[in-house]
């Protein structure tokens, strides 16, 4: 799989069917490959917009699919759903909006102390076993969660590949247990938010831009908790960096995360193409030692 997945978390809300066609096209003509959405992004419209493009923008077989079951809305309620019959009801209703038997890999979207893990793992043993997913995994899941998650499937030998986490130099919490774990027992990290949900662009250093997740009626309070002190250091730590090596802030966020331990492929999400175009360009970006030092320390 490629060293990027693009993320489709705003298709159906503030991208539309062309413009995530545009972004799909730009994305794999770029080399990458891996697409992730869930069944509750835009209350499903994501995946039916995927579902559209596959054979039209990229063949199916030339694209990695990964969805997420597990969260859903009513109305301005978030409801967390783990049980079996809730996952799989979820998995079927997302094959036929994207339009195919099958996902490359399919993630329980979150955790919850409501479903014994025995029975939301059962789920994904047997989506693997009749076909509807190649591969599985875990998305915000702990450290610890998610070594138990693995030991379980383990014993029904199907392994668990994957966890899907929050992870920027705004939110290093998961350095405190799960990247330890990643690299112990073998899954890749999928770090979902590697801009620190748009902050280290740089665009909020003057300002609520009206355009952004953040000044969205979709996502009021998107960015909100990264609008401190700190955060304000780190960003203007990054802008440093990037001015000096005439590149982007966008493009030196990412490669950060994308160049730790454990990390298989930080998730883009953009809201324009020129916005995907910027992250894009970052596959080409290896930071050097000296400025990896400084952000880890201002980040810290």
């Known amino acids: 799989m490629s060293r990027l997945a693009l993320g489709t978390m705003t298709w159906g809300s503030s991208v539309d069917a062309e413009g995530a066609r545009d972004q799909l096209a ?60 809730g996952l799989l009801r979820q998995l079927d209703n997302s094959l036929s909006r994207l339009r195919t038997d099958h996902v490359d890999l399919w993630l329980v979207h979150a955790w919850s102390d409501a479903t014994p893990l025995e029975e939301t793992l059962s789920a994904l043993s047997y989506a693997v076993g009749t076909g509807r997913a190649t591969y599985v995994g875990v998305s915000n899941y702990s450290g610890w969660q998610t070594a138990r998650a693995l030991t379980l499937l383990g014993q029904e030998r199907v392994p668990l590949v994957a966890n899907q986490s929050q992870y920027s130099l705004l939110h290093r919490v998961p350095e405190d247990d799960l990247v330890p774990a990643a690299e112990a027992l073998g899954f890749g990290l999928l770090p979902w938010s590697p801009l620190g949900r748009g902050v280290l662009s740089g665009k909020y250093r003057t300002g609520m831009p009206s355009d952004s997740r953040a000044g969205s009626r979709d996502f009021p309070r998107f960015a909100e908790r990264y609008l401190d002190e700190r955060s304000i250091t780190v960003t203007e730590a990054v802008v440093t960096a990037a001015r000096g090596l005439q590149v982007s802030p966008v493009e030196v966020a990412l490669a950060w995360v994308r160049d730790r331990p454990g990390v298989s492929a930080p998730v883009l999400g953009a809201r324009t193409l020129p916005q995907l175009r910027t992250a894009l360009a970052s596959e080409t970006l290896t930071l050097p030692p000296e400025i990896v030092e400084a952000l880890d320390e201002v980040s810290d």
Do not use: M, P
Request: aromatic fraction near 4%; charge should be negative.
């Open 26 to 85: 730009l994305y794999v003509e770029a080399g990458g490959n891996l697409v992730d959405t869930a069944s509750g992004y835009a209350g499903g419209a994501s995946e039916e917009i995927i579902g559209t493009l596959l054979g039209d923008v990229v063949a199916r077989d030339d694209l990695l699919l990964c969805t997420k079951s597990g969260i859903s809305r009513q109305g301005d309620d978030r409801v967390v759903d783990t049980s079996r019959r």
